[in-house]
T-cell receptor, first 112, second 111 residues
């Protein structure tokens, strides 16, 4: 089992460019999440999904969009990248609400 | 907003010693979880304790929860060099879907 797979692992963007981060899980989990991790800030929730076709905003959603067209995939989009979006992005999934999360290995994004 | 706050921010111990990390949170919770993160890697779920539980064990890990003080502690017994990592607590607020993480405790175990 691969668990949670994130692609790409590294990316450098220029300010104003767009990109999509892909998260795929093979555990048939209902819930999926996108977090960002910045030095000294811990992890902050960007968006989450409680099932196929549903999405909701987390703590820091501005500048990001998400889609969950298939249960196993959760996409995070940056429409116009800004230097403030330089961060490490983690995707996670869980079977339902009150369970531990399985995390991917992260995407390190630099916006110059 | 930050829900879990770990203490200390950094901890350095000798191999074989016990390591204790503390976490405080702000609101009523459904459960509290602990995760480990090795440098440059993703987070790994260690243990989950529900709001109606007071203590839980998993191998060398012992977690306690005091809902009256809104605090939790993680004890790692007989630490090993491989335990060197950052440890995060995360609180699931009652009625919420959002698991909120603290800033972590960086543990160094010296061989």
């Amino acid at each position: 089992n691969a668990g949670v797979t994130q692609t790409p692992k590294f990316r450098v963007l220029k300010t104003g460019q767009s990109m999509t981060l892909l998260c795929a899980q093979d555990m048939n989990h209902e819930y999926m999440y996108w977090y960002r991790q910045d030095p000294g800030m811990g992890l902050r929730l960007i968006h989450y999904s409680v099932g196929e076709g549903t999405t909701a905003k987390g703590e820091v959603p501005d500048g990001y969009n998400v889609s969950r067209l298939k249960k196993q995939n959760f996409l995070l989009g940056l429409e116009s990248a800004a230097p403030s979006q330089t961060s490490v992005y983690f995707c996670a999934s869980s079977p339902r609400q009150h369970y531990g999360y399985t995390f991917g290995s992260g995407t390190r994004l630099t916006v110059v | 907003s930050q829900q879990g706050e770990e203490d200390p921010q950094a901890l350095s111990i000798q191999e074989g010693e016990n390591a204790t990390m503390n976490c405080s949170y702000k609101t009523s919770i459904n459960n509290l979880q602990w995760y480990r993160q090795n440098s440059g890697r993703g987070l790994v779920h260690l243990i989950l304790i529900r709001s109606n539980e007071r203590e839980k064990h998993s191998g060398r890990l012992r977690v306690t929860l005091d809902t009256s003080k809104k605090s939790s502690s993680l004890l790692i017994t007989a630490s090993r060099a491989a335990d060197t990592a950052s440890y995060f607590c995360a609180a699931l607020e009652a009625g919420s879907y959002q698991l909120t993480f603290g800033k972590g405790t960086k543990l160094s175990v010296i061989p």
